[in-house]
């Protein structure tokens, strides 16, 4: 019924941050503690799930690092975009997740994708401001790491009247409903954790049962000659160890987020500063 409905919900909400965390600590790496502190500085100024500005920002780290992007490139692309993702999606009255999805297209190149979101990274205009920084060599030449870091600079310049949105419109009524959801996510979260244990416990042994009955199903298929495909189930006996754990903190806020705009600026300065040198 309703109630199992909403136990279900609330431990896969408990089950995706963990999954999300190990997938924040996997991308990070070396910038882990940096990235951790953004998140709560995000989360703590804003009203946000962390479960969600992790996700982002481990998303767009990947992303830039799997096109040639160096570690230190990757992660200013991945601050900036994740906070440029809420400004956006604030001023544009969009859900954060779909905001999410087309930013995401300022590394893959899409440009419609883009345009729906109030800029352009079409060919012409980011030669055009290749030239105004002084870059002589024709983007097409370019590699995917250098286009991708240009991309970044094109579409901030674009979407200057969306940073800081999210900061500035933080008490309109979008911007709570949408912190409302976040934080409904949070405390279906903190209730879901309150089931793992039994989760725990209880897994295993199901898990073990409905083995044990596919074996026997097969044995009475082959006492009767039918023939069945077997598929070999290995490991299926394992406990999900250190969950709790892993939950714990998940509300930690840093203290003060302080210039947010300002440090996707000085960021975009950087991936600037960088992308002139890779050209030098």
Do not use: C, W
């Not at 279900?8 to 600590?25: P, W």
């Not at 039918?226 to 299926?236: A, C, E, N, V, Y």
């Not at 903190?249 to 600037?272: E, P, W, Y």
């Amino acid at each position: 019924g309703a109630i199992g409905a909403a136990a279900k919900a609330t431990i896969g909400q408990a089950v995706n941050y963990v999954e999300t965390l190990n997938l924040f600590n996997v991308a990070m790496q070396d910038n882990i503690q940096s990235a951790n502190q953004f998140v709560n500085a995000m989360t703590k100024a804003f009203g946000l799930d962390p479960e969600r500005v992790m996700r982002y920002q481990a998303t767009f780290y990947q992303v830039a690092e799997s096109m040639g992007i160096a570690k230190n490139n990757a992660y200013t692309l991945s601050t900036s975009l994740t906070q440029l993702t809420f400004d956006i999606a604030s001023l544009r009255n969009m859900s954060f997740d779909e905001t999410f999805t087309k930013m995401q297209a300022i590394l893959t190149g899409q440009d419609k994708a883009i345009r729906s979101l109030g800029g352009s990274i079409q060919m012409t205009t980011l030669q055009e401001e290749a030239h105004n920084m002084g870059i002589k060599t024709s983007v097409k030449s370019m590699t995917q790491a250098e286009k991708s870091l240009l991309r970044l600079i094109v579409f901030y310049k674009q979407s200057a009247i969306a940073q800081g949105d999210m900061g500035r419109t933080l008490m309109q009524p979008a911007n709570l409903l949408r912190i409302l959801g976040d934080q409904f996510a949070v405390t279906a979260r903190a209730i879901g954790a309150l089931f793992i244990p039994m989760i725990r416990a209880v897994l295993p042994y199901i898990i073990y049962f409905v083995v044990m009955i596919g074996k026997a199903a097969r044995a009475l298929a082959s006492f009767f000659g039918i023939k069945t495909k077997s598929s070999d189930i290995t490991g299926s006996v394992r406990s999900v160890d250190g969950l709790q754990s892993g939950l714990t903190g998940a509300n930690n806020a840093a203290k003060g987020l302080g210039g947010s705009t300002g440090k996707v600026a000085d960021n975009t300065k950087k991936a600037a500063e960088n992308l002139k040198k890779m050209k030098d």
